[in-house]
Nanobody, 125 residues
């Protein structure tokens, strides 16, 4: 299953930027599609962005398109989420996730096998 460790969360003002990073270990990273999800208090975990394992094809939730960018570095076994133009509604715990196999469409939480512990992102208005 491997281990996923997120970093980079914090407090930022609306309109600001943050870069989240997820370090993977104990798995053959290049065989895994990677994703980011988030969960706000009282809400279900929701998809944010994902990147395929080999094609580099990316998927985004409509709410973050044009503001967030997901990228991966197979040599460093990391996946990053650059978040720009942050809004208060982006406040949530952000989770990194790994899926053994390719992605063919926008995924949901059930498509992923391994999860990190999460990192808090708070956007103040």
């Amino acid at each position: 299953q491997g281990q996923l460790v997120e970093s980079g969360g914090g407090l930022v003002q609306a309109g600001g930027s943050l870069r989240l990073s997820c370090a993977a270990s104990g798995l053959t990273f290049s065989r895994y599609a990677m994703g980011w999800f988030r969960q706000a208090p009282g809400k279900e975990r929701e998809f944010v962005a994902a990147i395929d394992r080999s094609t580099g094809i990316t998927y985004y939730a409509d709410s973050v398109k044009g503001r967030f960018t997901i990228s991966r570095d197979n040599a460093k076994t990391t996946v990053d989420l650059q978040m720009n133009s942050l809004k208060p509604e982006d406040t949530a715990v952000y989770y990194c996730a790994a899926r053994l196999g390719p992605l063919y469409s926008t995924p949901g939480p059930g498509n992923f096998n391994s999860w990190g512990q999460g990192t808090q992102v708070t956007v103040s208005s």
